[in-house]
């Protein structure tokens, strides 16, 4: 028996016989249940609904709603839809938001992003009322793609549940490595969502197998956030900073927001005990270069006055960008990756995304039980990449794999690549999934 509450449980148990609690918990949760299932078969009937009335649409509206550039999955099917013309296509920026309040300058920078790299844009902030748009009722959209799960980052009038008459989509904003399944799989948000498209065969399984609707909106796609690399016209501009120093190895060091005591139980980031080392390295080595590519959220744990403070936190940041052969990188990473010679992390998502641009992975472990904390689909990822307990093993990673050249991980990445990872049906997961988009629309 589950008891989500822990505090309800405790009070409960002390005023009453534990049989009497467990049979009122058990009708309890009986009610819940048929709640829960009773709502979504609502949902699913007005969903059927809704598809039925779209078949008949001479034009479909279809809004992205997203927060940071740097989860943006959606470019290539973004193109996809864009050529057909029965589809209207916006990208919406929204704010995050911290303690009810909007964060402006991220928002600000997500919509400069999106406008000055040709997408057609609604802005969802008003300036001349100081307020935030209700863009259903402003663009009416059929369809909505989100790029975060999480309601509670964002207004309620951007959340899944303000738009019960449009039909409802979500792509993981990274590969799912961990073992976080109820959060990032099966909460209110992935139950109520008309399809979800994942990335493999064992993540469409595990939603099946686990989840309380048995993954009936679930389809396996493959994961769209990297076919930009199978585009035959890609043409991509190499972010890296020009260095003076001749032909340099290209590292980038990619560190997990989940900084012990402050980590949603998963506390891979070792950042604390690397901030120093990946500057001193590119400090007293000329022939490499660093980009800092630090989770979107590990600034804003920093900058907790009980962990670093905003103005060290800054200070730090800013640090990367002065130097001439680092970089700060917090957008969008396709050209990044496709331009790099190697990636360190202690992140999850990047471990398997860097896996198409066939370069060396390095996984920075920061305790040994960490693999207790992956899903199946993670722990089978962690047998193709290098791994370092300490700044020694990182050391001799840069030196021997990414210095020398010395790869002997290669030809198992690509097995695992073709074997596990790469979208069903030859094409890739855009295609998939503007397919399934065709054959339920018409």
């Known amino acids: 028996m589950i008891i989500r509450n822990t505090k309800i449980k405790n009070t409960l148990n002390k005023a009453l016989p534990e049989s009497i609690f467990n049979l009122l918990y058990n009708a309890y949760k009986g009610i819940r249940d048929y709640s829960f299932y009773r709502n979504i078969r609502k949902i699913r ?5 809704i598809v039925a009335s779209l078949q008949k649409k001479e ?9 940071v550039e740097a989860i943006w999955k959606y470019e290539e099917l973004y193109k996809l839809l864009s050529k057909n013309p029965r589809f209207k296509i916006t990208v919406v920026p929204i704010p995050l938001t911290r303690e009810g309040l909007a964060q402006m300058d991220g928002y600000e920078q997500t919509l400069n992003y999106f406008n000055n790299n040709g ?11 100081g307020t935030w748009l209700d863009i259903k009722d402003i663009l009416r959209p059929d369809l909505v793609f989100f790029a975060n799960p999480y309601p509670w980052m964002t207004f309620d009038k951007y959340a899944i549940d303000h738009f019960t008459n449009s039909l409802t989509c979500y792509v993981p904003y990274c590969f799912q490595v961990s073992k976080l399944f109820k959060m990032q799989r099966d909460g209110p948000f992935h139950s109520k969502l008309w399809k979800q498209f994942y990335e493999t065969k064992i993540h469409e399984e595990e939603s099946k197998n686990n989840s309380r609707t048995k993954g009936d909106n ?9 076919d930009s690399v199978f585009n035959k016209n890609y043409n991509p501009k190499d972010p890296w900073k020009k260095s003076k120093h001749g032909k340099t190895v290209k590292i980038i060091w990619a560190p997990h927001h989940t900084i012990a005591g402050h980590g949603c139980g998963l506390d891979w980031s070792n950042f604390m005990d690397y901030h120093e080392y990946f500057l001193n390295l590119i400090q007293t080595n000329e022939n490499i270069q660093i980009a800092f590519k630090p989770h979107p959220m ?13 103005e060290r936190t800054d200070q730090y940041y800013e640090k990367w960008n002065s130097l001439p052969n680092g970089q700060l990188e917090q957008s969008y990473y ?24 066939d370069k060396p992975i390095l996984f920075a472990k920061s305790h040994n039980n960490i693999l207790e904390t ?16 300490n700044k020694t093993e990182v050391g001799n990673f840069i030196a021997e794999v990414v210095l020398k050249n010395q790869d002997s991980l290669n030809k198992k990445r690509n097995q695992f690549l073709k074997e596990a990872v ?21």
């Open 374 to 389: 992956f899903n199946s689909f993670g722990q089978e990822v962690f047998n193709v990449l290098y791994q370092a307990n």
């Open 334 to 357: 396709a050209e990044l990756f496709y331009f790099s010679d190697a990636l360190i992390t202690d992140s999850g998502g990047f471990i398997v995304e860097y896996l198409y641009v």
């Open 422 to 442: 790469l979208p069903p049906n030859g094409i890739t997961a855009s295609e998939n999934i503007y397919n399934e988009l065709i054959k339920e629309l018409g």
């Open 298 to 310: 590990l600034r804003e744990n920093l900058s907790k006055e009980e962990v670093w403070g905003k």
């Open 119 to 129: 997408y057609n844009t609604f802005k969802s902030f008003d300036q001349n009322s």
């Open 45 to 49: 009937k007005q969903q059927h609904e």
């Open 218 to 226: 679930v389809m396996m796609s493959g994961f769209p956030g990297v």
């Open 59 to 67: 034009i479909i509206n279809v809004i992205f709603l997203i927060m």
